[in-house]
């Protein structure tokens, strides 16, 4: 964390406020020219083998492309990495969301390339990932519950559910899809149709890839940043000590009416105030503090 506070003090005034909002922009420009405009958005497409021919907007134009088909549930989506976005922005800091967000499409972009150079270089038909930032919203999401576990969202607009719970879930599918797409590219070899299989394997490499530098990406950021260290056995067991002395006591009434026996106990709303015409520490609630026979000690 320390490189990170470095980083910040030298290039904290390059970072962009409200970075999601642009984002989400972005994915606007993409979604209308998808539409409108299909030949141009095919030349903001991550393709390694034309970035090599010398397209080398792709590296940074993809970021534009559409991490899924719009319908009106990813509309809600989008609304919600919005949220996302603007909370992580003001826990973090700008700067650090900045780069938390800059280093996942930095990640992706190389593991991109990379990936591609191996598969040549192996004699393979060059795999290439079709980058997105569907799997870097979604690490974003983990972070902001990791950070926020037990506020609460509308599941569907509708079901109160705690962000803890939907992280796990989401983290149980990636797990199934991981697998089940190097199960799936491990069926084919290249021996016959080749194309076939290979435009198949691709899709299913390119996922695991994705899903990997994404969650690369969140662990590096996060449990290498000083509030990984909230998870830390150590932490954990003086947190739970302080709980166990600050229940300390827990029940024990610091105010009685004489009268009724009520304490602060049985009501938020009791009032409790000694009687200064009684002799003697004697306190009332408000039903009984003008209604009580005063009490006289005889010498």
């Not at 940074?60 to 991490?67: A, E, K, L, R, V």
Request: glycine share 8%.
């Amino acid at each position: 964390m320390g490189f990170i506070n470095k980083l910040e003090r030298k290039f904290g005034k390059f970072a962009i406020s409200n970075l999601i909002y642009y984002v989400l922009g972005a994915y606007a420009i993409g979604y209308l020219l998808s539409e409108v405009a299909p030949e141009i958005y095919i030349k903001l497409i991550m393709s390694p083998k034309l970035i090599c021919e010398g397209e080398v907007w792709r590296l940074f134009t993809w970021i534009f492309t559409i991490p899924q088909k719009l319908d009106i549930f990813v509309i809600f989506m989008f609304f919600f990495y919005g949220w996302i976005g603007i909370a992580l922005e003001k826990y973090w800091g700008t700067f650090k969301y900045n780069l938390y967000m800059i280093s996942g499409w930095f990640f992706m972009t190389v593991g991109a390339m990379l990936i591609y150079f191996v598969t040549t270089a192996a004699g393979g038909w060059g795999i290439g990932i079709v980058a997105s930032t569907y799997y870097i919203n979604l690490t974003s999401f983990l972070a902001c519950a990791t950070l926020f576990p037990d506020v609460q969202v509308l599941l569907f607009m509708v079901i109160p559910v705690k962000m803890k719970w939907i992280a796990i879930v989401d983290l149980v599918l990636l797990g199934y899809e991981f697998v089940n797409n190097l199960l799936l590219a491990a069926r084919y070899n290249d021996m016959e149709l080749l194309f076939l299989y290979a435009t198949t394997k691709e899709m299913c490499i390119t996922t695991c890839a994705s899903i990997v530098i994404a969650l690369l990406n969140f662990s590096l950021f996060y449990f290498g940043s000083r509030h990984g260290k909230r998870f830390t056995p150590k932490h954990i067991k003086r947190k739970t000590q302080y709980k166990k002395r600050m229940n300390v006591g827990k029940g024990i009434s610091k105010h009685k009416c004489a009268i009724c026996g009520r304490s602060e106990n049985d009501g938020e709303g009791l009032v409790f105030r000694f009687c200064s015409r009684c002799e003697g520490n004697y306190e009332y609630c408000q039903d009984h503090l003008f209604t009580h026979e005063h009490v006289k000690v005889d010498n």
